[in-house]
């Protein structure tokens, strides 16, 4: 097994491995990777839908797509959920379509959000389509002191309402006010259960609040702490190759996607694994 840095602040490039016949040793340097790099990506792999699975649920317990994104089920991985343009029959085979995915961790709207995101490239797209990732630990470790200390103790409400995509999830009605928006809410200083290390926890900034500020003061803040947490030094762009196997941690980084072309193919395969803290 080989690995290489994507950058001095996040990601770690892991090759010639085949993840479907990991020993544990190496199945536990991939993990300490994951949690140290908070981004890996794993080159050439060549996987089933079962495959994709058992080697998710080795990060531990996988979790179900969320209902508005359960367009299509493998029926045999049935915990594997499809993330595609693709339209076949006049119906969209997977989640998301082709345009932009704005910064976001996955599912911050529930009170236990997944520890890992399994993302794995089938077709991919050259122009455009490129996933970016953000480290939240080192974007808090730098923060100003002054934003520092407007977020101390501080919570954010995360909105359910909408997907990374900008679409208003099923059964859900357009929020109003977002001091009254469904979701879930986190500590914007947020501890790693596993690392024990601080992160800048967002979620996403649609409909974001931070509780107990009037909506002008929190609008202000998180504007400054999304411009501050996106900036190109905390970030690393994933230009896709085919049969790619990224793994994020959810608790640790945020990731956005880059539109692209909607005539050309993309589909990607995608589990998600529950956090220890929601056993
Ligand atoms: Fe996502």
Known sequence: MQTRDLTPVIGTEISGIDVSALEDADFARIRQAWLDRCLIVIRDQHLTPEQLCDFSRRFGELEPPPASEARKRDEEAAEMWVISNVVENGKPIGALGSGEAEWHTDMSYIPA???????YGREVVTDGGNTWFGNMYVALEELPADLRDAIAGRQVNHDSTYTSAGDLRKGMSEVVDVTRAPGARHQIIRKH???????????RRTNGWVVGLDVEASDRLLDDLWAW???DRFTYAHTWSPDDLLVWDNRSTIHRRESFDASARRVMWRCQVRDEIAA
């Not at 997944?114 to 993302?119: D, E, G, I």
């Open 229 to 231: 947490c996106t900036q």
């Open 193 to 203: 259960p596993v690392t024990g290390r601080d992160a800048l926890y967002l979620g």
């Open 113 to 119: 959000p997944p520890s890992a995101s399994v993302l």
